[in-house]
């Protein structure tokens, strides 16, 4: 019987998302094992065998996005330079190690691998590191896209795609100025590989050789949402988006208040992003103080917001499955998570974020029509409110979210990923 291995970053936006797929295959009579940080394990379910990350795959990713070397670095390419060096990269031969490490243990039957955008540790068995191999391999973008494509920028730059032949021309420059900044990164990806033993040949830029080597890569989304391009690989799919993650919490006291106001606004700054809560959470509360209706703050971790006005509600964790159906807009940083739970809903949004990829995020969610985007880290408060005015007032955002949320309704993630697993086992 053939098994599957699925890998995901030790990011839990990353992480999350192959979860719900390793729980689904493994209910459908699938033998799966998941591996990623071992500070995840106690959230999968039983019927699937998990296994921890070592060595260098190891990584303390909320220790390293909270460090004083990455909170010095402007926020944009340098930042995203640096997350991609330390956070992902850096990691691949500890990564590509306990891959084969669970191959191993497979002994004598067959191993598909599962593995999402970010874990690039997948790339050395996928381009002939000697060892033990995956007899075929699944790609899924549980992130946004990032392939590079002659329509568009490099992802991180926030730039809108321009497919004219001026356009074309500055994606070309921007591509080369942005591979001056990740030259670094794409060097020690390079010489990673060698020392793996991977043989000699072109060796593909590191945020497109995910997408690249897999045998099928289903991007979790609609293709809006990444740019139409003339010329995406015939290997990759849109798949839509997944149900969320099941995280345990319960619906609070004061949920009747949710399900019986008039207007309900939401705001979350995610599950990293979220080390201060000044950033947004806090001036959404202050510009919504005498919003006539419910203001409802996920807050991602524990932790006091302050000044609260009446008609806030505060929760560190809320199942949004149950909230979104209930909200009005969502005010978010911009977390692919979020945002395509949100859209799946069909629910407008007001964003705010540059971190990590969020600016990226946010550019590609407001060219879908279905979002204001602040293009700032720390809103002001008055622009909280009147963006939030816009959204509710402005019929064309609930429409084009809605429109998205009919894109979704189409498709079914897990029967596409089970389809690609059944194809690529032969």
Not at 277 to 295: C, Q, R
Request: proline share 7%; aromatic share 6%; net charge negative.
């Amino acid at each position: 019987m053939t098994k599957i291995l699925v890998a995901a970053s030790p990011v839990y936006g990353h992480f999350a998302p192959l979860k719900v797929v390793a729980e689904y295959l493994s209910g459908r009579g699938q033998d799966v094992t998941l591996l990623s940080h071992r500070d995840f394990g106690v959230s999968v379910g039983s019927g699937v065998s998990f296994r921890a990350f070592t060595g260098e795959a190891d990584v303390d990713v909320e220790a390293l996005v909270k460090s004083p070397e990455r909170l010095a670095i402007p926020e944009g390419p340098a930042q995203f330079a640096w997350d991609m060096h330390n956070l992902f990269v850096k990691a691949v031969a500890g990564q590509h190690r306990d891959i084969q490490r669970c191959i191993e243990e497979a002994g004598d039957e067959p191993v598909v691998l599962i593995h999402e955008t970010g874990l690039f540790g997948a790339v050395p068995v996928l381009m002939g590191a000697p060892g033990p191999r995956p007899v075929a391999a699944v790609g899924l973008g549980p992130v946004s896209f990032t392939l590079a494509s002659v329509d568009t920028a490099p992802f991180g730059m926030g730039l809108p795609p321009d497919s004219s032949e001026e356009g074309r021309a500055r994606n070309q420059a921007a591509y080369e100025a942005m591979g001056e900044v990740l030259g670094p990164t794409q060097e020690l990806f390079e010489q990673i590989l060698a020392d793996l033993g991977v043989p000699e040949g072109p060796v593909p830029f590191f945020l497109d050789s995910t997408v690249l080597k897999t045998d099928r890569f289903l991007q979790l989304s609609v293709e809006e949402l990444s740019y139409k391009r003339s010329d995406t690989p015939a290997h990759v799919k849109f798949v839509g988006t997944l149900p969320p993650a099941t995280t345990g919490s319960d619906l609070p006291a004061w949920w009747p208040e949710v399900t019986g106001a008039e207007k309900v606004v939401v705001v979350t700054q995610g599950t990293i992003a979220n080390q201060d809560l000044a950033d947004l959470i806090e001036p959404t509360l202050k510009a919504l103080a005498d919003f006539p209706g419910l203001v409802v703050a996920a807050a991602g971790r524990a932790g006091e917001v302050r000044d609260a006005p009446a008609n806030a509600r505060v929760a560190e964790f809320i199942p949004f499955d149950d909230l979104l159906p209930h909200t009005d807009v969502l005010v978010t940083n911009g977390g692919f998570g979020a945002v395509q739970q949100a859209l799946r809903h069909g629910v407008p949004m007001v964003a705010a974020g540059l971190s990590e990829e969020k600016q990226e995020n946010n550019v590609r969610l407001a060219a879908t029509g279905a979002a204001v985007d602040l293009a700032t880290n720390r809103p002001a408060a008055d622009d909280v409110r009147q963006a939030v005015d816009t959204v509710l007032n402005t019929d064309s955002y609930r429409f084009h979210a809605q429109r998205l949320a009919a894109e979704y309704a189409k498709l079914n993630a897990l029967e596409e990923i089970e389809k690609a697993v059944s194809e690529v086992a032969g």
